[in-house]
């Protein structure tokens, strides 16, 4: 069957001029061959649709593999935890990032107790000044500015310098090691990082116990020795993590262990100075920074 392609009447197939407008029919396509396109058209579009879906499935299964994939990676990570709290000195397999991720998190915790103790020690420190006041003042408006707060640029100072100076003594030591092991030493810096921090992952709990007890709200002299002693076990853990990962060795090489241990402890000493001194500059600031605003925003 033909069609007009000017009234779009439909005409038979031995029909040559429309019965309605005279037009010439001999050069339109029958009926059959316009239905194919329209057939064709409609193909194309289902497939096209398919495709579209095909996408949206395989994007959906992309992210669900990614989801299962950090899954995976936390639970890896948990298992290397628990199997480094367990035995530190029988070292795991894990992925590259264990071994910075935990001397983060132990940075992120200390750093958060030094942070909610300092705030706690400016908060002390506003109401001692509005009691000393108050006994002198019979006006209650001869107050000290009380909404003093350590800002986000404290916290990420500490967590930096003590991140940095942990994979610097680690950076030496690895060095020391080379020196110390000969060609001997295959391992890779990022590998050697993972199994000191495998050495030392239970720097991690005492830290975490040092957070809960800033965090805890009192104060007093069990508080303070019991933060006394948490910190000398972790300078005592962190001492012997990074003397092992010199010493510990299958064959030494030109520069004997001793040798070894004691320059890497010399330098890892120097370190420690300079983080130290660093961290208790920026105490310093903060609380220059405490006494400018009380007094600035007091009376």
């Not at 959906?60 to 936390?74: F, W």
């Amino acid at each position: 069957m033909k069609i007009c392609p000017k009234c779009l009447s439909k005409m038979k197939d031995d029909v040559n001029f429309c019965t309605k407008c005279g037009t010439k029919l001999t050069d339109v396509e029958p009926q059959a061959t316009v239905d194919t396109a329209q057939q064709q058209s409609q193909s194309n579009s289902t497939d096209g649709s398919e495709q579209t879906n095909n996408t949206k499935q395989a994007q959906a299964a992309k992210t669900s593999i990614d989801t299962q994939a950090i899954q995976s990676a936390l639970q890896g990570y948990w298992s290397w935890l628990l199997g480094s709290w367990k035995s530190p000195f029988k070292a795991q397999k894990t992925t590259k990032y264990a071994g910075i991720l935990t001397l983060f998190l132990e940075s992120l915790f200390f750093t958060l107790g030094i942070g909610h103790g300092t705030q706690k020690a400016t908060s002390a420190a506003t109401n001692a000044a509005n009691s000393f006041l108050g006994a002198f003042s019979s006006s209650n408006s001869s107050t000290y500015n009380s909404t003093y707060s350590v800002g986000f640029g404290f916290y990420f100072a500490i967590i930096l310098i003590i991140l940095i100076a942990a994979v610097a003594m680690i950076g030496i030591a690895f060095l020391i090691r080379r020196a110390v092991g000969g060609a001997a030493v295959t391992e890779t810096f990022i590998d050697y990082l993972n199994r000191l921090a495998h050495y030392s992952s239970s720097i991690l709990l005492l830290t975490l116990v040092f957070f809960l007890i800033a965090i805890s709200g009192s104060v007093g002299l069990v508080s303070m020795l019991v933060i006394s002693i948490l910190l000398i076990l972790i300078s005592l853990v962190w001492t012997i993590t990074i003397i092992c990962g010199v010493v510990q060795l299958e064959n030494g090489g030109q520069l004997d262990r001793i040798y070894g241990a004691v320059i890497t402890g010399v330098i890892c000493m120097l370190i420690e100075g300079i983080a130290v001194s660093l961290v208790v500059s920026k105490l310093g600031d903060t609380a220059g920074s405490f006494i400018s605003s009380m007094f600035g925003g007091g009376l």
